[in-house]
């Protein structure tokens, strides 16, 4: 079945970098759109960033804009999110999810999205 498993979260110091991975299995990733999306407690969940699968392009929130990268690995079932230049505000639970089509939009729209991880836990702070 169609899974996707995020690693890579943790404790950081602000300034600090972090790559979180997402895992996927039983879909073949080269047709799917891929997005990262965080939730704080308290407050919604956003979205972070996305790439499409039919050109590579790329999106981010503007609050990460310059500070974080996506790629993804397709030969390897992966997409990436570096993280650097951490701040105290990018701590969150981060979320993998599959878009419903290749390719992608900002701002990204949920329901678009049809499976998600379960999320892995990114806390920023001294």
């Known amino acids: 079945q169609v899974q996707l498993v995020e690693s890579g979260g943790g404790l950081v110091q602000p300034g600090g970098s972090l790559r979180l991975s997402c895992t996927t299995s039983?879909?073949?990733?080269?047709?799917?759109?891929i997005g990262w999306f965080r939730q704080a407690p308290g407050k919604e969940r956003e979205g972070v960033s996305c790439i499409s699968s039919s050109d590579g392009s790329t999106y981010y929130a503007d609050s990460v804009q310059g500070r974080f990268t996506i790629s993804r690995d397709n030969a390897e079932n992966t997409v990436y999110l570096q993280m650097n230049s951490l701040k105290p505000e990018d701590t969150a639970v981060y979320y993998c999810a599959r878009h419903t089509t290749q390719y992608i939009s900002w701002p990204p729209t949920i329901w678009e999205y049809d499976y998600w991880g379960q999320g892995t836990q990114v806390t920023v702070s001294s």
């Open positions: 039983g879909f073949t990733l080269d047709y799917y759109a």
